[in-house]
């Protein structure tokens, strides 16, 4: 019998979509009679002069239930080497909290001191949906083609990217619908050429939009270190293993013959992974040593931190049936998990981040790093063939999107709000657009 947490694999869903009306509010300048409603798209290939989108203005930036409003704005016009795309569905990630709240940055901010002229953010940077124009000298894709998008975004003409170089190091790159306007969050949106994908057939909108973002992050994390990437019999130890970036990581080592470990908040949560293929999983409230380890020079707390994080990796022996510790470690608590993730990373292996959900300075005990030829390696984003690779995966069926939240386009607000909270959803989020409801755009 399939496992009720596997809503992928059941039409059951932790939170479903529901049907929310709005008054959609006018700006001035701006008639409504000119945008669809939400849940409609024109024909294809027509393309409106204004659109609906939840939009992030300076005056309000902090809570992201504030922050976000929706409003009647223009549709974008995809320039040189640049598409539009109709979105059908999108898909949460933190990165837009961020962007509510303006913090580490105020992105606003940032693309006026560049010169962009938007007063304004529409965020969100996941997409599934289909092409409605294209810029010129666009080749790859054409009006009517159904696409999931990547967020690696870059300047084509970067020298670095001329010279072959991984564009995601490059001085341009950045992350789309963060660092870019016209995200996913809004009923068009504009990207570069080369971050459309081909839709996954057997995917619905809301699954094919759910997961690139993260997945993509997992994969470049996993397989896009070498000599640090993931293969078969590695254990694979995952914190969060039941959100977004966990939860296609669990996959992928599973994929490749490795042995995955989550850590998670609760046991719900621990399920949740074992039943996406992890050997099991811990439960990081049965430790306490987290955060900022005592100093080095204090004995009495160093031996206290130390039995604490030795019990910690005890239990990953535990879990795998013998003595072996991670060689790969999916890092992005950051502040307070790195200093354990160090510990427990086997001699030779590689802890790998991408975030620092939990803050941003970490104390890492270097005598566990250096003697022991430990890598300590950032990861941000994905570059084309990772992203190619990714979709390869999930178009083959070796991974699925973990869906675990349908949501309606007005609660893009609460679903960044609570994810701000810590009430992550178990998986992925999806948020219909375009599609008036949960279950189309599957051939």
């Given amino acids: 019998m399939l496992n009720r947490y596997l809503p992928y694999a059941q039409p059951w869903l932790y939170r479903t979509a529901t049907t929310h009306r709005f008054n959609p509010p006018t700006r001035k300048g701006l008639s409504t009679m000119s945008a669809y409603p939400i849940g409609t798209l024109p024909p294809v290939g027509e393309v409106p002069p204004t659109m609906f989108a939840q939009v992030i203005r300076s005056n309000r930036l902090g809570e992201p239930r504030d922050a976000f409003q929706i409003e009647e704005v223009p549709t974008p016009k995809p320039k040189r080497g640049e598409v539009l795309v109709g979105v059908m569905a999108a898909g949460i990630n933190y990165n837009n909290v961020w962007a509510a709240r303006g913090i580490p940055i105020d992105v606003i901010a940032a693309r006026q001191k560049a010169g962009e002229p938007e007063d304004f953010h529409v965020g969100g940077s996941d997409a599934a949906g289909i092409v409605y124009a294209i810029g010129e000298g666009v080749t790859s894709v054409k009006v009517g083609d159904e696409v999931a998008i990547h967020h690696g975004w870059w300047d084509a003409d970067d020298p670095w990217v001329l010279a072959g170089k991984d564009p995601m190091i490059a001085r341009s790159s950045?992350?789309?619908?963060?660092?870019?306007?016209?995200?996913?969050?809004?009923?068009?949106?504009?990207?570069?050429?080369?971050?459309?994908?081909?839709?996954?057939?057997?995917?619905?909108?809301?699954?094919?939009?759910?997961?690139?973002?993260?997945?993509?992050?997992?994969?470049?994390?996993?397989?896009?270190?070498?000599?640090?990437?993931?293969?078969?019999?590695?254990?694979?130890?995952?914190?969060?293993?039941?959100?977004?970036?966990?939860?296609?990581?669990?996959?992928?080592?599973?994929?490749?013959?490795?042995?995955?470990?989550?850590?998670?908040?609760?046991?719900?949560?621990?399920?949740?992974?074992?039943?996406?293929?992890?050997?099991?999983?811990?439960?990081?409230?049965?430790?306490?040593?987290?955060?900022?380890?005592?100093?080095?020079?204090?004995?009495?707390?160093?031996?206290?931190?130390?039995?604490?994080?030795?019990?910690?990796?005890?239990?990953?022996?535990?879990?795998?049936?013998?003595?072996?510790?991670?060689?790969?470690?999916?890092?992005?608590?950051?502040e307070a998990t790195v200093p354990t993730s160090i510990f427990v990373c086997e001699p030779g292996g590689m802890v790998v981040i991408c975030a620092g959900t939990s803050g941003y300075s970490a104390v890492v005990d270097l005598r566990y790093h250096w003697t022991r030829q430990k890598r300590f390696q950032g990861s941000h984003g994905t570059n084309d063939e990772q992203a190619i690779e990714y979709n390869k995966m999930l178009t083959s069926g070796a991974i699925h999107p973990a869906l675990g939240e349908v949501l309606a386009f007005d609660q893009i607000p609460d679903a960044h709000q609570r994810m701000h909270e810590g009430d992550l959803a178990l998986g992925n989020t999806a948020i219909l657009i375009g599609a008036p409801t949960r279950g189309l755009g599957k051939k």
Avoid at 180 to 204: E, M, R, W
Avoid at 293 to 321: C, L, M, N, Y
Wanted: aromatic fraction near 12%; proline fraction near 5%.
């Fill in 174 to 334: 950045k992350t789309w619908g963060y660092q870019t306007n016209y995200g996913s969050f809004g009923q068009f949106t504009i990207v570069q050429d080369h971050q459309c994908l081909p839709k996954a057939p057997s995917l619905t909108w809301e699954e094919a939009a759910a997961s690139t973002l993260c997945g993509t992050t997992a994969y470049r994390m996993m397989f896009g270190w070498q000599p640090h990437v993931t293969k078969k019999d590695d254990v694979v130890l995952v914190w969060g293993g039941s959100g977004g970036v966990g939860s296609m990581a669990i996959q992928m080592a599973k994929a490749v013959g490795a042995i995955p470990v989550a850590v998670v908040s609760n046991d719900e949560r621990g399920e949740f992974c074992v039943q996406l293929g992890a050997k099991g999983y811990i439960n990081r409230n049965d430790f306490t040593h987290w955060g900022t380890p005592p100093h080095w020079t204090d004995d009495a707390g160093q031996k206290a931190w130390t039995a604490s994080a030795r019990a910690f990796g005890s239990k990953i022996w535990e879990i795998v049936g013998e003595k072996k510790d991670p060689a790969i470690v999916i890092e992005h608590p950051g």
